[in-house]
């Protein structure tokens, strides 16, 4: 065995074969060196394993394939495209929701050019960032003015802070949410400075019981999207309607935190109804903040709405210098919100109210149209099939909900396993990212088009090569 190793190909004939590879143009030299030196490392950890026993194993020749695919896996950027087959529309690790192709077009001319982003074409002046998206904001969801933060997070923060810092924020117990990432609403609450005064019980709250905590310290009557659980059984939650009433009384501003923030109208899906941003405006919550980039299927962005009075109380305080939103994400919002002037067209054009609303039927035929080219394109190596299943919408939306969809079910025919073929997909040019049911790997053709079957296909063949 120690003989063996004197048979390795050295760094500097490796690099010099490298050089002259024109597949691998693209890879900057800088990294090559460490990349052959890892794996020269790992040539020399089979032959202590036993792995490789001749030397003919240790040619440059019959090591140039593996290592090839070392440098290029290596050297790929970080930050890269993965396929979704989770189902999952708005998948926070995967990026959330997917732009319009206007939203795209705007980003993609807001980063190559200068723009008005903060020069008023009126008068040759100093203009407002915001003053582009404003208006189509409020006109949407029928608020007096708005604001738009770096996230939804931020939007809690610089509404606890302006109009609740040092003072209490009355919140019911069954609200007070870890969203994940963690983000849990009373850490935000202290850190604003506002002082949280719990009311209700876990499971149920009374109009009565935000009364009875009302004193001369309390700022603010703040109401929670339960974004990511459902409490079910004896429940009783205080609507936005009620607070407001409560609120006008006592001369308190309400905050609803939506969450995802909905604009449309989802009905027809099975789904138990959310309240839209336009209904809860229009119940008279003073502010409301929601997500860009949830069920909205816009950039990541937090969006304030509400009555003129609060809002510019918002916009004055310096932490909004500090959440504001670069050009890009004005881009894709004010793209993203034009397509909201029309529902229609919205359901058509946004990513992903298209995920959400395609029917049962449609997928179906995209499961079967997937596994057509799996087969087709991997062949023996798996079995494929078609069968029902659920997605979820994701985000903090609709929690706990299914929507029915149909599922391609890949299983390996050779020795490798199913976990093992959902982790090898993971190093895959493409990572596929899927979900084990049932002993088969599946894949949810909701969140995945129609041009990414072949890649999807790819992924299952590099994963199933990666074996020997
Ligand atoms: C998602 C969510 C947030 C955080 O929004 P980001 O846009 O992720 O910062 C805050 N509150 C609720 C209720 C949420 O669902």
Known sequence: ?????????????????????????????????????????????EIKAGIITAEDQLSLDSLYPR????????????????????????HTNLGRSLLADTAVKAVTEACATYSNLEFDLSTGERGSRYSHVEKIICDITGAEAALVVNNNASAVLIILET????????????????????????????????????????????????????????????????????????????????????????????????????????????????????????????????SGDKVLGGPQAGIIVGKKKYIDMIKKNPLNRVLRIDKMTLAAL????????????????????????????????????????????????????????????????????????????????GDMSVPELKERLLSSDYPLVGRIEDDAFCLDPRTLTQTEYHMVADSILQALNLSN
């Open 163 to 290: 109009l609740a810092a040092g003072r209490e924020a009355v919140v019911s117990r069954g609200q007070l949410v870890e969203i994940g990432g963690s983000f849990r609403i009373p850490d935000v609450m202290t850190k604003s400075g506002a002082i949280l005064h719990e009311v209700g019980a876990t499971n149920r709250t009374h109009p009565h019981d935000y009364e009875a905590a009302i004193n001369e310290n309390t700022a603010l009557l703040m109401k929670v999207h339960t974004s990511n659980f459902r409490i079910i059984g004896f429940t009783k939650e205080v609507t936005g309607a009620e607070l407001v009433e409560i609120g006008t009384k006592h001369d308190l501003p309400v905050y609803e935190d939506l969450g995802s923030g909905n604009l449309s109208n989802f009905s027809g899906l099975g789904l138990m109804r959310e309240p839209t941003v336009q209904e809860v405006v229009s119940e008279g919550v003073d502010v409301v903040s929601f």
């Open 334 to 413: 004010e793209a993203t919100m034009r397509l909201y002037l029309d529902p229609e067209t919205a359901m058509a054009q946004v990513p992903t109210l298209k995920m959400i609303m395609e029917k049962p039927e449609s997928l179906k035929l995209r499961a079967q149209s997937l596994s057509r080219v799996l087969g087709r394109v991997v062949g023996d190596d798996i079995t494929c099939s078609v069968r029902e299943g659920v997605s979820r919408v994701g985000g903090g939306a609709f929690p706990e909900q299914d929507l029915k969809t149909f599922l391609v079910t890949v299983v390996p025919t």
């Open 67 to 90: 290592l090839t695919c070392h440098v290029r896996a290596g050297a790929r950027p970080h930050f890269r495209r993965v396929l979704n087959g989770t189902g999952v529309v708005v």
């Open 1 to 45: 065995m120690s003989n063996l190793f004197k048979f390795l190909p050295s760094v500097d004939l490796v690099l010099t074969k490298l050089e002259s590879d024109d597949s691998l143009t693209d890879v900057p030299r800088t990294l090559t060196r460490d990349l052959v030196n890892g794996f020269l490392d790992v040539c020399r950890e």
